[in-house]
């Protein structure tokens, strides 16, 4: 006699989390994350963060930065191009001041060579840190000034610039040539939020 198979239903990858497009972080969040860092003495941790912010790169294209692609010599350059992964077109981003003076200090403490990895990994087998390294330094980041680690993640890092950028200008094509987006429609859908920006957009006219 065959024995009766009890079927166990697989639990849903999601249950019990938040899903959807992860939130970008408020002005006063980034500064709170970065004294922080500064007052640790995280020192690639803050590079780290800075460029990500800056450079509004996926996780991907962050990871495999490499020193000459940031810098000539020991010159780290106020704007650089690479070519994304994901979609294989070129994307450009600014190094604002801070993020510059971040970097020296990282690539300084760490003695890197210019043709080396920015951001090297600890483990023997790679070269660099993982994106899944990245998101837990990125869960770190949020869960030291109290924020909940579900509603934020590595498009967290990705977001937080453009969108204070298209909070102040409402400036859309702006918010997709920095996210390196090839379709508006995938801003929109990225942006999550255009119905109420139209609004309030609206509000402001009278017809």
């Known amino acids: 006699m065959n024995e009766l198979t009890i079927y166990h239903p697989k639990e849903p990858w999601n249950k019990n989390k938040l899903v959807g497009q992860k939130l ?15 007052l640790n003495k995280k020192v690639r941790d803050l590079a780290l963060f800075n460029l990500a912010i800056d450079s509004k790169l996926r996780g991907c294209d962050l990871v495999t930065l490499k020193v000459r692609d940031i810098a000539h010599s020991k010159t780290i350059q106020s704007r650089a191009i690479i070519v994304q992964q994901k979609t294989g077109m070129p994307v450009q981003f600014e190094i604002t001041k801070n993020t510059r003076a971040s970097l020296s200090a990282h690539i300084e403490k760490s003695r890197v060579s210019n043709s080396a990895y920015l951001f090297q990994s600890r483990i023997h087998s790679s070269q660099h840190i993982s994106t899944s390294r990245y998101g837990r330094i990125v869960d770190n980041w949020v869960a030291s000034i109290g924020l909940d680690i579900t509603q934020y993640g590595t498009h967290t890092m990705r977001r937080t610039k453009p969108s204070l950028i298209y909070k102040k200008t409402k400036n859309l094509r702006a918010y997709q040539l920095l996210l390196g987006h090839r379709k508006l ?16 957009v609206s509000e402001q006219i009278e017809a």
């Open 185 to 200: 429609e995938s801003t929109v859908r990225y942006l999550g939020i255009e119905v109420e920006d139209a609004l309030d």
């Open 24 to 38: 970008p972080l408020k002005l006063q969040q980034i500064w709170a994350i970065r004294v922080r860092l500064e």
